[in-house]
């Protein structure tokens, strides 16, 4: 299979409590995402407390899932994580944000490598 450039962005507009999640990852059957980093971030910096994103890869958000999280939600973090990991159809990669600001947009940018079938 061919090894092509992973390069993919979402975003999301958090809730009124500041909670928002994205859930991305590989399009069609045969398709295997390596992440090799996850980046992550807000528009706006929470100005008390603090705003976290945590990285799933799996069926859903689940604790058995669960990769890694960041205090940093806000202003910024990336995660290497996933590196080493093969991602296929039906997993997907899931960020959970809490604690932003309310109805602020949050983003993943995802890059790494790709093969398709």
């Not at 061919?2 to 990852?25: F, H, K, T, W, Y």
């Not at 859903?60 to 806000?74: H, Q, V």
């Amino acid at each position: 299979m061919p090894s092509l450039l992973l390069r993919e962005s979402q975003q999301v507009v958090l809730n009124g409590a500041g909670n928002g999640q994205i859930q991305i990852g590989p399009q069609s059957s045969g398709e295997v995402w390596y992440a090799q980093s996850v980046s992550v971030k807000t528009t706006q910096a929470v100005s008390t407390g603090t705003c976290q994103c945590n990285v799933y890869v799996g069926n859903g958000p689940t604790e058995s899932n669960f990769r890694a999280g960041t205090f940093s939600g806000d202003t910024g973090d990336t995660t290497d994580v996933l590196a080493h990991e093969a991602i296929r159809l039906p997993n997907r990669i899931y960020l959970v944000w809490t604690s932003g600001v309310a109805n602020d947009t949050a983003t993943v940018i995802i890059t790494g490598t790709k093969e398709i079938p």
